[in-house]
Nanobody
Framework: QVQLVESGGGLVQAGGSLRLSCVVSGRTFSSIAMGWFRQAPGKERDFVTGISLSGGTTYYADSIKGRATISRDNAKNTVYLQMNSLKPEDTAVYYC????????????????????WGQGTQVTVSS
């Protein structure tokens, strides 16, 4: 059973930064492609970014591109999401997700591509 635990959320002023972490346990982390999604109040859960097995391939949604960096440390079974220049519209619950990769460069971009989910961490950006 794969378990994902996020941390690092909180309240930050617009223009500030946060780094989210997600620790994965239960399976070989290096075999799992990872992603981050977010869900704002009253909205659907949206893809934010994803990273391949080795970290060599990443993909970002347009809404966060240029302001965020996803990375992973396979030795620590952890994926990170560094977010900068935060805006009030970034306010959401952020979820990390994982799936066994179909290839070394695989990145899932839909919720249905992921089998494992964390419980979410709240990010609130004040104006």
């Amino acid at each position: 059973q794969v378990q994902l635990v996020e941390s690092g959320g909180g309240l930050v002023q617009a223009g500030g930064s946060l780094r989210l972490s997600c620790v994965v346990s239960g399976r070989t982390f290096s075999s799992i492609a990872m992603g981050w999604f977010r869900q704002a109040p009253g909205k659907e859960r949206d893809f934010v970014t994803g990273i391949s097995l080795s970290g060599g391939t990443t993909y970002y949604a347009d809404s966060i591109k240029g302001r965020a960096t996803i990375s992973r440390d396979n030795a620590k079974n952890t994926v990170y999401l560094q977010m900068n220049s935060l805006k009030p519209e970034d306010t959401a619950v952020y979820y990390c997700a994982g799936t066994y990769a179909l290839g070394n460069s695989y990145i899932g971009r839909l919720e249905s591509h992921y089998n494992y989910w964390g419980q979410g961490t709240q990010v609130t950006v004040s104006s």
